[in-house]
């Protein structure tokens, strides 16, 4: 009688109350991480904080799903995005399991690193366990062109690396010991977070492996995808519950970019420009 009548009561719930089924909550990262532009924003720390705090405080959830597609970008803000996963699972006492899809290199595996478990396609491009610093040098272009450039600063650092100078031996120093504490801290965070990594083959000099090849390296625990791995974990009627990125759209960054000099036409040619870099960051990786 008391049973007949708990599920009576159920049935008056709302469905999302009356369903049983085993849940995980499912978050998708995916671009480079960083400031790509005003339009087209990359991955931060602002820009997925909610769905992070809404995947770990979701009722009923048995594990959190991380599904990473990322070839780097920005250390600090994957250093954040990091710590505030990790935060969230020793909060809430939920385990993590990192998914690649495409590509986590660089600082998209040091955001997988954040979870308790990485499984990757055995295609997927992991690693690039390292820092790098690129651009370009025109230090003869404005005398050809006639013009002359006038630079005044407060500081002898402060115009470190001025593309528009010969490079400076004491710039390139300076940038090589930032870059060695970074990737310190960087390789220190990876030995920590994988306690199994191989020590036949040395992983910290930014190469990059396929799944397949990572798996008996420690660099990833296992090869598959989330539906099938959390299936075979909580059976097949397991509750895969996508958290939507709290983010407008690009229509609505261009409305938003058109009180700004230069207008939607401009938003339109700062977004081309920062697609084609984007795209550029995963062809490094053969994407």
Not at 48 to 76: C, D, Q
Not at 85 to 109: Q, W
Not at 153 to 178: C, H, Y
Request: aromatic share 6%.
């Amino acid at each position: 009688m008391a049973f007949a009548l708990s599920e009576t009561l159920r049935a008056l719930l709302p469905r999302r109350f009356r369903d049983r089924r085993p849940r995980v909550a499912v978050v998708r990262l995916s671009g480079t991480i960083g400031a790509v532009s005003p339009i087209r924003p990359g991955l931060s720390i602002g820009g997925v904080a909610g769905s992070l705090e809404r995947a770990f405080g979701m009722p009923g959830a048995k594990a959190v799903a991380i599904i990473i597609n990322s070839p780097g970008g920005s250390p600090a803000q994957s250093h954040l995005i990091h710590r505030r996963i990790r935060a969230l699972a020793e909060e809430k006492r939920l385990p993590v399991v990192a998914f690649v899809e495409d590509v986590a290199a660089s600082g998209g595996y040091m955001i997988a690193c954040a979870a308790d478990e990485i499984v990757a396609d055995p295609t997927s491009i992991v690693g690039s366990i390292g820092v790098v610093s690129a651009g370009f040098g025109f230090p003869g272009l404005l005398e050809k062109l006639g013009v002359e450039r006038r630079v005044h600063t407060q500081g002898e650092a402060k115009s470190m690396l001025d593309p528009f100078r010969p490079e400076d031996p004491a710039d390139v120093e300076r940038l090589k010991r930032i870059q060695a504490d970074v990737q310190d801290l960087f390789t220190g965070l990876v030995t920590t977070r994988r306690p199994t990594l191989s020590s036949s083959e040395n992983l910290f000099t930014g190469a990059v492996w396929t799944g397949r090849q990572a798996l008996p390296l420690g660099l990833v625990d296992a090869l598959g995808d989330v539906r099938t791995t959390m299936r075979a974990r909580f059976g097949e009627k397991v509750d895969l519950r996508l958290v939507a990125e709290a983010r407008g759209g690009l229509l609505s960054r261009l409305l938003r970019r058109g009180g700004a000099p230069g207008g939607i036409g401009s938003g339109l040619a700062e977004g081309a420009v920062a697609a084609f870099e984007e795209r550029a960051a995963y062809a490094r990786f053969g994407l």
